[in-house]
């Protein structure tokens, strides 16, 4: 029998690599603050953006671009929209929270050497799109896939990453001339860092605490204990 063509070992990694792997996934933190004026080199943010354009893509669509900012001026008018998004969250939360929200670092736009917007092309692959045709949410799914493996070849590498959420996405279409069937899907701050929390810091700082693992975990349906 013809063996399949294109098709190589499954078998697992090594060891030491498999440990690798968890302990990439196992301490990789959201960095907000921890970030030194050490520039990140050409060939690592390489390595990271090939890291996450091997992302899966639904229909192979690839639905992302990654746009690299350098520029303080870019930077200060992100901060700016970020500052703007970030009063009106407060408000959004019960009055005994805000002081507690205010305390927190949610963003390290000016201090990290640089910005990656990580961006999604809703029309990438043609108006029919295999995997999307009863889900067209699926590419941005994709497209977040791409910034986790960034984020864990990042955690690899040394490199810190920050993932900034508080933006109005209107914000973000004007400040990176966006086109209206592209969307921004994350703002990302990368930087060396020297030391990372032990602990995700929103549960250091008291604002949430992991879940048990067994509280999510349902057998056949929903609700149903495993």
Known sequence: ??????????????EAERAAVYRAIHTRRDVRSQFT???????????????????????????WNFIVIRSEAVKLRAQTAFAKA???????FP????????????EGILTAPISLCVTCDHSRGGPVV???????????????????????????????????SIFDPADMQQLLDLPNHVSAVAWLCLGHVDALYSEPELQAKGWAQRVPLADLVFAERWGRRA
């Not at 004026?37 to 639904?58: F, G, K």
């Open 1 to 14: 029998m013809t063996a399949e063509p294109f098709l190589t070992d499954a078998g697992p990694f090594a």
């Open 130 to 164: 295999l995997g999307r045709t009863h889900q067209p949410q699926m590419d941005v799914y994709s497209t977040v896939c791409a910034v986790q493996n960034l984020m864990l070849a990042a955690r690899a590498e040394g490199i810190g990453v920050g993932w900034v």
């Open 37 to 63: 004026d050490r520039p990140i080199n050409d060939a690592t943010l390489l390595r990271l953006l090939t890291a996450a354009h091997h992302a899966p893509s639904v229909g192979l669509s690839q639905p």
């Open 95 to 106: 009055e005994d929270r805000r002081a507690l929200y205010s305390s927190l670092k949610l």
């Open 86 to 92: 970030n009063a009106e969250a407060q408000a959004m």
